[in-house]
Nanobody, 122 residues
Framework: QVQLVQSGGGLVQAGGSLRLSCAASGLIFNRHAMGWFRQAPGQDREFVAG????????KYADSVKGRFTISRDNAKNMVYLEMNSLKSEDTAVYYC???????????????WGQGTQVTVSS
């Protein structure tokens, strides 16, 4: 019923930029916090960025602060992750997530996108 459909992943060179998109359906979008997580092979899924219901509050992992920007368009039921100055360390599968409140823990989110691969080459 609830679907989060991601797009925008791919291969980019170090120092480049990439935008990830997440389209939500089957939920009241403006009553859900949204987040982005990522998972590298053999690693735990980690928090990247989060945004509150109306977009008034955001939070970022230290590793991406100043380089990534999360935003949302409630009229379009969309959430975005703009990634700039990409590093090889950013290579991972990125997941869009939705939950009741903006937190940094994976277990606090109820809905998940299918994941999209981001590969940064050097």
């Amino acid at each position: 019923q609830v679907q989060l459909v991601q797009s925008g992943g791919g291969l980019v060179q170090a120092g480049g930029s990439l935008r990830l998109s997440c389209a939500a359906s089957g939920l009241i979008f403006n009553r859900h916090a949204m987040g982005w997580f990522r998972q590298a092979p053999g690693q735990d899924r980690e928090f990247v960025a989060g945004i509150s219901w109306t977009g008034g509050n955001t939070k970022y992992a230290d590793s991406v602060k100043g380089r990534f920007t999360i935003s949302r368009d409630n009229a379009k039921n969309m959430v975005y992750l703009e990634m700039n100055s990409l590093k090889s360390e950013d290579t991972a599968v990125y997941y869009c997530a939705g939950g009741d409140v903006m937190v940094t823990t994976t277990y606090s989110y109820d809905y998940w996108g299918q994941g999209t691969q981001v590969t940064v080459s050097s």
